[in-house]
């Protein structure tokens, strides 16, 4: 039965998207309408912050009280791209991070249509990197992101791979946008139940990413149905049974088993697009993140927080 908790969740995303929704909105305005999402999330206790530069990318320190000092956490916000920042993600990184039990480093990589791709998968490289240079050993990195930060995650294992890298030790990528021709059947069957999402958004996002830079929709570097996913790290893909994206979430966890990955594929039940923006009020999500947490504490061979 779905909890009264994420039913008020679920109004609470109708309203911002009700808001979003006055096609005189200037992308200022949209930014700041987004930046508020945040409160739909709890302040986790025992978690500090800290910003930093990490190697040229501005980014936020979410550390758990006795965390793990050998691992971290690469997270990666949502936004298509274009909204949201380190600082709307900030709880449910935090949530993560203290399920997990290590700390979190949360990037503010570039946005669209200011920087057009490939500028964010950069930005994401550069802040592994940084990673790399503090002493983090890489199987002892997790790279995690939800909708664009999804596929920013595996982006990242997909680059490193290619050009020989040392590649992270896990990938935990929620709510995925992995399918950029907007083919999958969801994005119309659910657009009734996912209100966070819509077709047109997608379009929008999509147009600052890409418009202008000759990638085309179906190109494996932004596709992560077109890629080719053999040799990554251990990967968890979370999603929401009600968002647009949960056909194409589910395609790629698929191609990613295909691929012979370690593979774990969790839904949750009239989960939203991003649901992890629920969390610490909706028991739903609290206990998709404390799963999330065992997950990565397993790949990344750490004993279990206290």
Same mark, same amino acid.
């Given at each position: 039965?779905?909890?009264?908790?994420?039913?008020?969740?679920?109004?609470?995303?109708?309203?911002?998207?009700?808001?979003?929704?006055?096609?005189? +909105?200037? +992308?200022?305005?949209?930014?700041?309408? #987004?930046?508020?999402?945040?409160?739909?999330?709890?302040? *986790?206790?025992?978690?500090?912050?800290?910003?930093?530069?990490?190697?040229?990318?501005?980014?936020?320190?979410?550390?758990?009280?006795?965390?793990? *000092?050998?691992?971290?956490?690469?997270?990666?916000?949502?936004?298509?791209?274009?909204?949201?920042?380190?600082?709307?993600?900030?709880?449910?990184?935090?949530?993560?991070?203290?399920?997990?039990?290590?700390?979190?480093?949360?990037?503010?990589?570039?946005?669209?249509?200011?920087?057009?791709? *490939?500028?964010?998968?950069?930005?994401?490289?550069?802040?592994?990197?940084?990673?790399?240079?503090?002493?983090?050993?890489?199987?002892?990195?997790?790279? #995690?992101?939800?909708?664009?930060?999804?596929?920013?995650?595996?982006?990242?294992?997909?680059?490193?791979?290619?050009?020989?890298?040392?590649?992270?030790?896990?990938?935990?990528?929620?709510?995925?946008?992995?399918?950029?021709?907007?083919?999958?059947?969801?994005?119309?069957?659910?657009?009734?139940?996912?209100?966070?999402?819509?077709?047109?958004?997608?379009?929008?996002?999509?147009?600052?990413?890409?418009?202008?830079?000759?990638?085309?929709?179906?190109?494996?570097?932004?596709? +992560?149905?077109?890629?080719?996913?053999?040799?990554?790290?251990?990967?968890?893909?979370?999603?929401?049974?009600?968002?647009?994206?949960?056909?194409?979430?589910?395609?790629?966890?698929?191609?990613?088993?295909?691929?012979?990955?370690?593979?774990?594929?969790?839904?949750?039940?009239?989960?939203?697009?991003?649901?992890?923006?629920?969390?610490?009020?909706? *028991?739903?999500?609290?206990?998709?993140?404390?799963?999330?947490?065992?997950?990565?504490?397993?790949?990344? +061979?750490?004993?279990?927080?206290?």
């Amino acid at each position: 039965m779905t909890s009264i908790e994420s039913t008020e969740f679920v109004k609470f995303c109708s309203a911002v998207r009700e808001r979003l929704s006055d096609p005189h +909105l200037d +992308l200022a305005t949209i930014r700041d309408i #987004v930046e508020t999402v945040h409160t739909a999330a709890k302040e *986790p206790e025992g978690v500090t912050y800290a910003e930093v530069d990490a190697g040229g990318v501005e980014a936020l320190w979410c550390v758990p009280t006795d965390c793990e *000092p050998r691992a971290v956490l690469l997270h990666n916000h949502m936004g298509g791209s274009v909204v949201a920042s380190m600082h709307s993600d900030r709880k449910p990184a935090a949530h993560i991070a203290k399920a997990a039990g290590m700390r979190s480093l949360v990037i503010n990589y570039r946005r669209s249509p200011e920087h057009k791709f *490939p500028a964010q998968t950069e930005d994401v490289e550069r802040a592994y990197d940084w990673l790399l240079g503090q002493g983090y050993q890489p199987e002892n990195i997790a790279v #995690v992101g939800h909708s664009f930060g999804g596929t920013l995650a595996v982006n990242l294992a997909l680059s490193l791979r290619d050009r020989g890298a040392a590649l992270p030790g896990a990938i935990l990528s929620i709510s995925p946008w992995c399918d950029l021709t907007l083919s999958c059947k969801s994005i119309d069957t659910h657009a009734d139940v996912d209100m966070v999402l819509t077709r047109a958004m997608l379009e929008l996002f999509r147009s600052c990413w890409l418009d202008g830079t000759g990638v085309h929709w179906s190109d494996p570097r932004v596709n +992560l149905l077109r890629a080719d996913l053999r040799g990554l790290p251990p990967i968890a893909v979370f999603y929401g049974t009600d968002e647009l994206l949960a056909d194409e979430a589910v395609q790629f966890a698929l191609r990613a088993r295909a691929a012979g990955n370690n593979q774990y594929l969790q839904s949750v039940q009239h989960g939203q697009h991003s649901f992890i923006m629920g969390a610490g009020r909706v *028991p739903e999500v609290g206990d998709a993140i404390a799963e999330m947490g065992k997950w990565l504490r397993r790949k990344l +061979l750490l004993r279990a927080a206290p």
